[in-house]
């Protein structure tokens, strides 16, 4: 028998998990008792026979629930990165029971009591800043989740919120299943012209899946614009698949009409139990943004500069559509939503000149990561990085890196997970494993994932310059983490608001394009030799391209969400056709749907209706603004200079949530957010 390693802090340099020595059948114990035992805490707390003090309540809070943070960050952490049947089970077993303990703890009305008299009293307590920001942030946690409702009231928010799971279930479940049924069958190779061998191979293994003996089946992406419509040649195919893309949701087994009714009336009704207008009021007030207003003047300021590009793009585009007309002898069309993507693929291909192969060569991954991120993450903040091969990771591609502040003091350590694999996610995110906190001695351990197509054996990996971009982002985040010097664990780095997190991330991308970095990192794997200008200069500029139809359909989503959630229950329970609704909010903003759609229709918008993003999908461009902006500043000040590095890191990085965003935010800028610097740098 050996002992669970995650019921103890390990021993290991930085509190790294010890991930040789877990195992799965250690989760379910560890949770059980990570979960009694912060119960236990707080029933401590209490208990407490003497008055509530910042130290015996909210410090103690503090340290509660130390074994559940452990195994919740590598289980969680493990799902995503290197998961497997067992966990997954498991995990849908877990998920209910972590809500209950979090309701347990946040509507126990004796624990509310005791954070609620300190927080009545914080000024007077003598407290340093970043304490009394912490009683803030725990008595508003409270608050949000109804602490202070009466017995009926809770009663009555936990039904809701029962109803509430129960319906973005049912949604996801839909758009899953619509997504499914929604693949489009094709019955002669001939339809599939543009595609590539491979891509064909793959159509015909997925109808073969299906049954579909001697046809081929495209299946369909989450969002509205489908990728290979920039590949299909087939307009008659291009409108079919578009169709069934913007058809999900909307009828049949699979309609997700009336559940977001009853949503948004649940959401509204919610609301206005805890004491808000509606909806997008109660969520943006805890985010940077504050205010459903403060969402609408940004979305509302970006719009006209967006559309003004597509339109001149669509111009484009028509001249494409009629001259391929004339080439190929087929009479010209008005170009539809369908035909954008095709065209803009020939016009890029006409305007920039140059293909993958190209440039792959360029970037290979472990000299962007040495000479491109971390060079330039030592120029800006003084930085350095030691590699520790002999530390345990959970996969053999993980590679451990230990970090050193400028003075040469051990900072984090840092796990680089970039290839693709079955047991992996998709897509590119940041986590920590360890979280800063100096009340309990703890020092970060980021981990930073990507997936990329993982080489033969002694192959380089070469990247796009997409994905050099994103090994730039997810720095960010890391960064944000490890950069962390905060005392209290909830006001840790990365804790901050959605429209807050994304900043640091969106800034650290424009080192990618920095010319002296990028001089540095772009070199031919093999000779060494830099790439030539044309070409450098080539990638740059393609970097804007398209950024009309990309920019737009991601305001009509945002759009979309904040009308949807700024509706009272009595409002939104009068709207019978979402597609109507969602056509009067475009048209109110002059966006044309039929030329740029929505990048999601109401019917399959899984962020909002199912995932954590309602009234709040416009947190991603918010982000971005404080991140071009904050790049506008570095440029102004010398670009890559520690002394600028020092000014963010001191203003924005190391402070978490020990300040409120928007004022660390304009602490750094010297001013509020402006949108111009974004609307440059997409080229709008
Ligand atoms: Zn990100």
């Known amino acids: 028998m050996h002992a669970n390693p995650l019921l103890q802090a390990s021993t290991l340099p930085y509190q790294l998990p010890p991930f040789d020595r877990v195992y799965d059948q250690h989760y379910r114990e560890a949770f059980a008792e990570g979960m009694a035992a912060q119960l236990r805490e707080v029933k401590a707390i209490t208990a407490l026979e003497t008055g509530a003090t910042f130290e015996n309540t909210i410090v103690a809070l503090e340290r509660s629930g130390q074994i559940l943070d452990r195994v919740g960050a590598v289980f969680f952490n493990l799902i995503a990165s290197n998961t497997n049947e067992a966990m997954q089970q498991y995990e849908s077993e877990l998920a209910p029971q972590l809500a209950a303990h979090e309701d347990a703890i946040l509507l126990d009305s004796r624990l509310f009591a005791q954070v609620s008299a300190l927080y009545e009293q914080r000024l007077a307590l003598g407290l340093e800043p970043e304490a009394i920001q912490l009683l803030e942030r725990y008595h508003t946690q409270f608050v949000r989740a109804g602490a202070r409702l009466n017995d009926d009231e809770k009663a009555r928010l936990k039904a809701i919120n029962g109803q509430i799971s129960s319906l973005t279930t049912r949604f996801r479940q839909n758009v899953l299943k619509a997504t499914s049924d929604g693949a489009v069958a094709v019955d002669s190779v001939e339809e599939l012209a543009g595609l590539t061998e491979e891509q064909i191979g793959a159509a015909a293994g997925a109808a073969a899946a299906r049954g579909l003996v001697g046809k081929w089946l495209i299946t369909l992406q989450n969002t509205t614009t489908q990728p290979l419509l920039a590949q299909l040649s087939n307009r008659a195919l291009r409108e079919r698949l578009f169709r069934a893309s913007t058809a999900r949701g909307g009828a049949g087994n699979t309609n997700n009409t009336q559940i977001v009714q009853q949503l948004v009336v649940l959401r509204a009704q919610r609301a206005a139990l805890l004491g808000y207008r509606n909806h997008a009021t109660y969520q943006l007030e805890d985010e940077s943004a504050g205010s459903p207003a403060a969402v609408e003047r940004i979305l509302t300021d970006l719009v006209p500069a967006a559309l003004a590009r597509a339109r001149e793009d669509a111009r484009d585009l028509q001249q494409l559509v009629e001259a391929h007309a004339r080439e190929e002898g087929f009479a010209p069309f008005r170009l539809a939503a369908w035909d954008w993507p095709f065209y803009a693929e020939r016009l890029r291909r006409a305007r920039f000149d140059f293909d993958r192969a190209e440039v792959a060569p360029y970037f290979e991954l472990s000299r962007v990561l040495r000479d491109g991120v971390f060079y330039a993450a030592h120029e800006l903040y003084g930085l350095t990085f030691k590699e520790r091969p002999e530390l345990p990771v959970y996969h053999p591609d993980v590679r451990v890196f230990e970090v050193f502040d400028l003075d040469g003091t051990p900072l984090a350590l840092f796990l680089a997970d970039y290839f693709a694999r079955d047991s992996k996610q998709g897509g590119a995110w940041m986590n920590n494993f360890v979280r800063q906190a100096r009340l309990l001695g703890l020092k970060p351990v980021v981990a930073n994932n990507l997936n990329v197509p993982k080489p033969q054996s002694g192959q380089p990996a070469l990247l796009t310059f997409e994905e050099v971009t994103t090994l730039f982002h997810e720095f960010g985040h890391a960064l944000h983490g490890m950069l962390s010097n905060v005392r209290y664990p909830l006001l840790q780095g990365t804790n901050v608001p959605r429209d807050f997190v994304e900043f640091p991330s969106q800034f650290n991308e424009m080192w990618a394009r920095d010319p002296k970095v990028l001089g540095n990192f772009a070199r031919h794997h093999r000779t ?157």
């Open 528 to 684: 060494g030799e830099p790439m030539p200008q044309a070409l450098l200069s080539k990638v740059l500029a393609a970097q804007t391209f398209d950024q009309g139809y990309a920019t737009t359909e991601y305001l009509a989503a945002a759009l979309i969400d904040q009308a949807w959630h700024e509706l009272g229950a009595d409002e939104a329970a009068q709207i019978a056709d979402p597609a109507r609704f969602e056509a009067k909010v475009l048209e109110s903003h002059g966006i044309d749907p039929a030329l740029v759609p929505p990048r999601y229709h109401t019917g399959y918008f899984a962020h909002v209706f199912s995932g954590g993003y309602s009234a709040g999908y416009y947190a991603y461009i918010w982000s971005e603004v404080l991140a071009r902006d904050a790049g506008e500043w570095f440029i102004a000040h010398g670009g890559l200079r520690r002394a600028n590095g020092a000014n963010l890191r001191s203003k924005v990085l190391s402070r978490g949530r020990s300040l409120d965003p928007q004022a660390m935010f304009i602490d750094f800028y010297g001013g509020p957010p402006k949108v111009a610097p974004l609307v440059a740098y997409r080229g709008l």
